[in-house]
């Protein structure tokens, strides 16, 4: 459905009930689904500004009615505006300003910035009368040419929703790339979705991979274990032939970094791939590029290695460890790297060639495993997921973690990733979702069956979730 708000000052009732008068046949037209919005719909007794922001929330297009009166309104500029322009930002709502009466709005920045009607900048209210309404049912064709892609889809609690065509499995990865979302399911299956125009295409099914990684917010990066690397900047793959399987991937600057199960690390640049004349013997669990520092290269053995910013000195760390590690994360701290090992962390110190370690077990009443870590998008926190299905908000410092409690749920958690806002997505095993803010609190969405959830910083979010045989995309209200 496309749904349609309305904003306006109420002394300027009367261009409001016009433009509804010129719209409200779009309600009736069969083939396609419109509703409008206007705060003539808050009924009795009901939460008028919950009511409101509910609005704002689910529109897909926003007319503005603008007048002195509009630009003077404090609840339109401080309530509104703000929330439709971070919308038009993040998820591409449209917002349409039309100038009904002589007033500033070009010396307004966010205003002027946005094309208006009319296109000739005559307010409507200084056109003949048939004129105006000419403008008007000409604003109604270009909303319904707009509905195009968000007409009878299925959830009323997502801004855009599209179904993922094709699809035949559990959805385990999902991206943003450029203004376009690639997803991947359990059989290495992969889909390319513009949200924009919310459709979807299938790419071709990619042998199993062993990490993703995407670069500079235009291309993915897959390594598959059947020794090739593949990247994607549109709706095909291209294959780059390795020596041996990737097994983990970073990236410095421009480059693309491959690790690989015979311990060689590799350079991919612009089609070009060089690989380094050194090893370390045995398969690469993970490489993990440092600004100006280099590289921290994990062994399946649970070794550490250092490889200088150069790429020329190969070094491995002598780091005091009661059990083998087996996950590199981001530290917090520049310079620092937080090593994972069974019910501990490490941080290490990485401001030299030399690789120290401060060992840091988390204050934890557990001996569970830890399963995962992730930073927040911020770089304020750590979530921390344990083999049990707990999960943690673990300070920067590695002090005074935060056990989050699901046991509503009666479930375990599923699996986590970073929130746009400085939080985490967080879904558990019978399919429910949750946002954990990062004071601690979560709020839970009145959803079933959710298989993802993902964002990009800056970024709309974006869920997974599955209805009878079909899997759905979308992005979800608050």
């Known amino acids: 459905m496309s749904r349609i708000f309305i904003s306006y000052s109420r002394k300027d009732l009367e261009w409001k009930e016009r433009l509804e008068n010129i719209l409200r046949p779009l309600t009736r037209i069969d083939n396609r689904n419109f509703s409008i ?4 719909m808050i009924g009795s007794g009901e939460n008028w500004f919950e009511v409101i922001q509910n609005a704002l929330d689910d529109a897909h297009v926003a007319i503005l009615l603008v007048t002195s009166d509009f630009l003077n309104s404090e ?12 919308r038009r930002q993040n998820e591409g709502v449209v917002i349409i300003p039309v100038i009904v009466k002589q007033c500033l709005w070009e010396n307004i920045t966010w205003l002027s910035t946005i094309q208006c009607r009319p296109r000739s900048g005559r307010p409507l209210s200084s056109l003949p009368e048939d004129d105006a309404d000419k403008e008007l049912v000409e604003l109604a064709k270009e909303i319904i040419s707009l509905s195009k892609g968000v007409s009878n889809k299925p959830a009323q609690s997502h801004r855009f929703v599209t179904e993922i065509e094709g699809c035949r499995g559990k959805i385990v990865f999902g ?21 924009q125009k919310s459709n979807s295409t299938k790419l071709s099914t990619l ?5 993703c990684l995407q670069n500079n917010s235009t291309e993915i990066f897959l390594g598959l274990y059947d020794k090739k690397l593949a990247y994607s900047k549109n709706e095909n793959w291209e294959f780059v032939p ?13 480059d693309v970094i491959t690790a690989d199960s015979a311990g060689m690390i590799s350079v991919f640049n612009n089609d070009n791939l060089s690989v380094l004349p050194i090893s370390i013997k045995e398969p690469i669990l993970q490489v993990l590029a440092l600004q100006n520092r280099g590289f921290v290269i994990l062994g399946v053995s649970g070794k550490l290695w250092h490889l200088s910013q150069d790429s020329t000195s190969l070094k491995q760390c002598n780091i005091p460890l009661d059990d083998p590690a087996w996950q590199l994360a981001p530290a917090l701290q520049e310079g620092f790297v937080l090593l994972m090992h069974t019910n501990q962390l490490t941080l290490l110190d990485v401001l030299s060639n030399l690789v120290t370690a401060i060992i840091q077990p988390l204050p934890l009443n557990s001996n569970d495993v830890f399963r995962k870590i992730i930073p927040s998008f911020n770089l304020e926190y750590y979530g921390l997921l344990t083999d049990e299905g707990s999960f943690y908000l673990v300070p920067g410092n590695l002090r005074h973690p935060r056990l989050i409690d699901f046991s509503e749920s009666g479930t375990e958690v599923s699996d986590i990733n970073p929130h746009a806002d400085g939080g985490f997505w967080l879904w558990t095993t019978d399919g429910r979702l949750y946002l954990i803010e990062p004071n601690g609190t979560f709020k839970k969405f009145n959803l079933q069956q959710v298989q993802y959830a993902f964002s990009s910083p800056g970024k709309a979010s ?4 599955k209805n009878a045989d079909k899997y759905y995309i979308g992005s979800p209200t608050k």
């Open 207 to 211: 042998s199993a991979y062993s990490s």
């Open 175 to 195: 991206t943003i790339v450029a203004d376009n979302l690639v997803i991947g399911n359990e059989h290495n299956e992969w889909f390319w979705i513009d949200y």
């Open 462 to 465: 974006f869920i997974v979730w």
């Open 242 to 254: 390795m020596p041996s399987s990737v097994l983990s991937l970073t990236k410095r600057e421009n």
């Open 75 to 86: 609840f339109v500029n401080e309530r509104e505006i703000p929330k439709l322009l971070k």
């Open 37 to 40: 919005w206007t705060d003539s």
